[in-house]
C-alpha cells in the first residue's frame, strides 16, 4: 500500500493534520535548498540538477513509497559515486544509469528483496559510510580553501597529496568565508531560539550577502562557476540511449540501485523509530524507483531517502506525505521567485555545509566505539570495508564487506550445530516418561541447521560411533533446515552406515525438511518407512524389526 493511501486510510490527510504537515513541509524545503545545491555540485552536475531532484523526488516518494514521513533527495552518500559516473560517462550517462538504477529498485521491490536489503550488516554499513564521509570532506578541500584549479586525479591518495601540496596557494577570501559558514553551522544549533532557524540556510545566506556586498573576485560562486540557476520549471527531455551505453552502465546502475536502497530502508527505519510508525520496505524501493525514472526526464540525479531532511520532518511535526509534497513546493516557488539571487552564494559555504554532513554521515564517536568494543572479526570488517571505501570503490567495499560478514555468520552458525548420543536418562527427561533403550539400538540428536558449512560436524560425529548397533534412530528435533549439501552429505553417510548393516531411522522432522527430502532422491536411499514424525513411533519400528532379527 502506497503512503498516501495509508496516510487516507488512517486519517493523515485530514484538514486538522494539514498545518502541521505544511509547517513541517516548510521548513524542511529550506533546509533542502543549500544542501540539494551542495550535493549536487560535488557529484560534478549543476546546483539546479540537485534542486529539480529534491522536486521530483520530494513528490514521488511522498505519494508512492513505503513510509509517509519519508522525505527524499539527492544525498552524500551518492556524491562519490555519482562524480565517478558523471567524470566517466558525462552528465547524460548518470541520467541514464539512474533511470536504469530506477527500473532495478522496482524489480527489487517486485521481487520482495526490501526486507533482505534492510539487514546487511553494521559494520559493512558504518564502514562504507564513514569511507564516504572522509572522501566527501577532502574532495571539498578545493572549494573550501579556494585553490586554483586543480587536475583530476583517479585515486583518493593522489588527491590527498595534490591538495596538500596546493595549501600554500589557498584563496584567503574564499577560506574566511568558508571558515565563518562553518562556525555559523557549529554555533548557531546550540543558541536556544536561533536553533530554531535552520543553520545551513542561516549560513548560506550571510555568506552569499558577504559576497555580494563585497564582490571578492577570487571568490568562486554558482553565478562564476555555473552561470546561475534558471528561473523556472525544469523541461521534460529524454536521454539518447543505445544498446551499447545501456551495457556499460550496467555496473553504474546496480551501484546506484543498492546505495539507494540501503539509503532509503535505512533512512525509513529511523523514521520508524522517530515516529513510531512502520513503513512497508517493498513499497519504499518502488517509491524510490518512480523517483529515480522520472527524476532524470526533468534534469536531476538518483535520489533516496534523505535521513537528515527525514528526521528534521519529524521533529517540526510532520506525519504524512502532506509535508514531502509541501517540501517540493517550496523549492519549486524559490526557483520561480529566488533564482536570480543564487549568483551570489559561494562555492565555500555550500564546502563547509558538506564539511559538517561528512562528518556526520561518518559518526565518528560510534565508528571510534565500535572499533574499541566491537568483536574482532566486527572490527575488521569495518576497518576493511572503510579502507576499501576510499582507496578502491564502493562496489568492492560493499561486496567484500558483505561477504566477510556472511563467512563470519557461517562460521558463528557451524558452532552452534551439536550431535550427540542420547542417554536413557536425557531421553526420558525430554519425552516425560521413562525409556529404556536396547543395546543394540542407538539414538543420536542433532541440534542446529544442517547446511553445507556445519556439515562436517555432524559427518565427524556419525563416524566416531564406537560400535555397530543394528539399529540407529537420529532425531531431528532440533534441527530448523536443511540445504541441499547437507542433504547430499547425509546421503552419503547413510549410505556408509547401511554398509556397516546399521538400519537408519530419522524421527522428529519438521514439515519443510521432510518436504524437501520428499523433493529429492533422499528417500530413495533411507526408505520410506524409515522416517517419522514422533520419536516413540520411531523407537517402536526399531523394535520391532529387532525383535524380528532376533527370532
Known amino acids: 500500500m502506497f503512503a498516501i493511501q495509508r496516510a487516507y486510510r488512517q486519517g ?22 543549500p544542501l540539494a545545491m551542495a550535493f549536487a555540485i560535488a557529484s560534478g552536475v549543476t546546483p539546479q540538477a540537485g534542486i529539480y531532484t529534491a522536486i521530483i523526488a520530494g513528490i514521488f516518494v511522498s505519494l508512492f513509497g513505503g513510509s509517509q514521513v519519508q522525505i527524499a533527495g539527492p544525498t552524500g552518500a551518492f556524491i562519490v559515486l555519482l562524480s565517478s559516473i558523471v567524470v566517466n560517462y558525462g552528465f547524460e550517462g548518470l541520467q541514464i544509469a539512474t533511470m536504469m538504477a530506477g527500473i532495478m529498485l522496482i524489480l527489487m521491490s517486485t521481487a520482495k528483496l526490501g526486507t533482505v536489503i534492510r539487514f546487511i550488516p553494521t559494520p559493512v554499513i558504518m564502514g562504507f559510510t564513514a569511507g564516504i564521509g572522509v572522501t566527501i570532506w577532502v574532495g571539498q578541500w578545493p572549494y573550501f580553501f579556494g585553490f586554483p584549479s586543480l587536475p583530476y586525479m583517479e585515486h583518493f591518495h593522489e588527491k590527498l597529496w595534490l591538495m596538500i601540496q596546493s595549501l600554500p596557494y ?22 536556544p531560539y536561533i536553533n530554531k532557524i535552520p543553520a545551513p540556510i542561516v549560513a548560506m545566506i550571510v ?24 528561473q523556472g520549471l525544469p523541461e521534460f527531455s529524454i536521454p539518447n540511449l543505445s544498446l551499447d551505453k545501456i551495457f556499460s552502465l550496467i555496473g553504474p546502475a546496480f551501484t546506484i540501485a543498492m546505495l539507494g536502497a540501503i539509503e532509503s530502508l535505512l533512512s525509513a527505519v529511523v523514521a520508524d523509530g522517530m515516529s513510531g510508525t512502520k ?3 517493498n513499497t519504499e524501493l518502488f ?9 532524470p526526464l526533468f534534469g536531476g540525479i538518483a535520489s533516496t531517502g534523505a535521513i537528515a531532511r527525514t528526521a528534521t520532518n519529524i521533529r517540526q511535526g510532520g506525519t504524512s506525505p502532506i509535508a514531502g509534497i509541501v517540501h517540493a513546493i517550496v523549492l519549486v516557488a524559490i526557483l520561480l521567485f529566488l533564482a536570480p539571487y543564487a549568483v551570489y552564494i559561494p562555492l565555500a559555504s555550500m564546502a563547509a555545509i558538506l ?4 562528518y556526520n554521515m561518518s559518526d565518528v564517536p560510534r565508528f571510534i566505539k565500535m572499533i574499541i568494543l566491537a568483536p574482532q572479526a566486527d572490527r575488521i570488517i ?72 556445519a556439515i562436517s560436524a555432524f559427518e565427524r560425529a556419525l563416524n566416531s560411533i564406537h560400535k555397530d548397533p543394528k539399529f540407529l534412530i537420529i532425531r531431528f528435533g532440533q534441527v530448523p533446515f536443511v540445504d541441499l549439501t547437507g542433504l547430499r552429505i547425509l546421503r552419503g553417510i547413510i549410505e556408509e552406515l547401511q554398509k556397516r548393516g546399521i538400519e537408519v531411522l530419522l524421527s522428529d522432522v519438521n514439515y519443510d525438511i521432510r518436504h524437501e527430502m520428499y523433493k529429492s532422491d533422499f528417500l530413495t536411499i533411507l526408505g520410506r518407512h524409515h522416517m517419522y514424525r514422533q520419536f516413540e513411533s520411531a523407537l517402536h519400528k526399531a523394535e520391532h524389526d529387532l525383535a524380528v532379527k532376533i527370532s
Open 12 to 33: 493523515g490527510l485530514a484538514r486538522s493534520q494539514w498545518s502541521n504537515n505544511i509547517i513541517a513541509g516548510l521548513v524542511v524545503g529550506v533546509v533542502a535548498l
Open 170 to 191: 589557498l584563496d584567503i577570501p574564499t577560506l574566511c568565508i568558508a571558515l565563518l559558514s562553518l562556525v555559523l553551522l557549529l554555533i548557531l544549533p546550540k543558541i
Open 207 to 230: 555568506a552569499t550577502v558577504i559576497q555580494s556586498y563585497y564582490q571578492f573576485p577570487t571568490v568562486k560562486t554558482i553565478g562564476s562557476a555555473f552561470g546561475g540557476i534558471p
Open 279 to 281: 513503513h512497508e520496505s
Open 287 to 295: 517509491g524510490q524507483g518512480v523517483a529515480n525514472i522520472v527524476a
Open 355 to 358: 564539511f559538517v554532513v561528512a
Open 382 to 453: 569495518l576497518i576493511l570495508t572503510f579502507f576499501l571505501t576510499i582507496f578502491t570503490d564502493l562496489v568492492v567495499a560493499v561486496n567484500v564487506g558483505v561477504i566477510l560478514a556472511v563467512l563470519q555468520f557461517m562460521r558463528k552458525m557451524v558452532r552452534t550445530i551439536d550431535v550427540h548420543e542420547m542417554s536413557c536418562e536425557e531421553l526420558s527427561a525430554q519425552v516425560k516418561h521413562e525409556v529404556t533403550i536396547h543395546p543394540e539400538i542407538m539414538v543420536y540428536t542433532v541440534e542446529g541447521p544442517l547446511f553445507f558449512g
